[in-house]
T-cell receptor, first 114, second 119 residues
Framework: GDSVTQMEGPVTLSEEAFLTINCTYT??????LFWYVQYPGEGLQLLLK?????DKGSNKGFEATYRKETTSFHLEKGSVQVSDSAVYFC?????????????FGKGTHLIIQP | GAGVSQSPSNKVTEKGKDVELRCDPI?????LYWYRQSLGQGLEFLIY????????KSGLPSDRFSAERTGGSVSTLTIQRTQQEDSAVYLC?????????????????FGPGTRLTVL
């Protein structure tokens, strides 16, 4: 079946540091890939997505590129802020053009210190 | 516009009781999804509806779990004879399901969740 593997946390960084959160996947089809974020006390929000190989999703200074050859979708940000502290989830959808549930990674707890 | 809403936000129940969790999707979204978020299991997909039908119920953890959707809108997730291992946050999401031009599945928008505690 499908699966998503992401680095375990917590990840602690200082403000303005460079961030990488690794995500790799296995899928039977040609999935769409997502990063969701859960800020403290809030619900899951879509951060960015990519639907085909070499696509780059970006939002709020975060980027991730769909790498089919390495089955990866690593999340990066050049300069993190305290407000980026949250739990980040990598996810995939193997539904083709239809609807189906997302397969999530375990989540990475990111802590940014001033 | 209004997002996905869920009720109750918190539910505490005794072991063996039945509970009903409600989800109100974004207006016009044809697809609706239920997930469970727990410390031990992370985020698990339970079931989805396309309109009022659920093509695949195999993600439900046991036969104590059931879900229905009527009128292509509100959905309820029912857990019968609750057990302590059912304690978790139950999340609902909705989407348009299909994007034009074969762009793949639409974004799923999540509700705030119902925190279920079984004593």
């Amino acid at each position: 079946g499908d699966s998503v593997t992401q680095m375990e946390g917590p990840v602690t960084l200082s403000e303005e540091a460079f961030l990488t959160i690794n995500c790799t996947y296995t899928a039977t089809g040609y999935p769409s890939l997502f990063w969701y974020v859960q800020y403290p006390g809030e619900g899951l929000q879509l951060l960015l997505k990519a639907t085909k190989a070499d696509d780059k999703g970006s939002n709020k200074g975060f980027e991730a590129t769909y790498r089919k050859e390495t089955t990866s979708f690593h999340l990066e940000k050049g300069s993190v802020q305290v407000s980026d502290s949250a739990v980040y989830f990598c996810a995939l959808s193997d539904a083709g053009g239809g609807a189906d549930g997302l397969t999530f990674g375990k989540g990475t707890h990111l802590i940014i210190q001033p | 516009g209004a997002g996905v809403s869920q009720s109750p936000s918190n539910k505490v129940t005794e072991k063996g009781k039945d509970v009903e969790l409600r989800c109100d999707p974004i207006s016009g979204h044809t697809a609706l999804y239920w997930y469970r978020q727990s410390l031990g299991q992370g985020l698990e997909f339970l079931i989805y509806f396309q309109g009022n039908s659920a093509p695949d119920k195999s993600g439900l953890p046991s036969d104590r779990f059931s879900a229905e959707r009527t009128g292509g809108s509100v959905s309820t997730l029912t857990i019968q004879r609750t057990q302590q291992e059912d304690s978790a946050v139950y999340l609902c999401a909705s989407s348009l399901a299909l994007l034009a031009g074969g762009q793949g599945p639409d974004t799923q928008y999540f509700g705030p969740g119902t925190r279920l505690t079984v004593l």
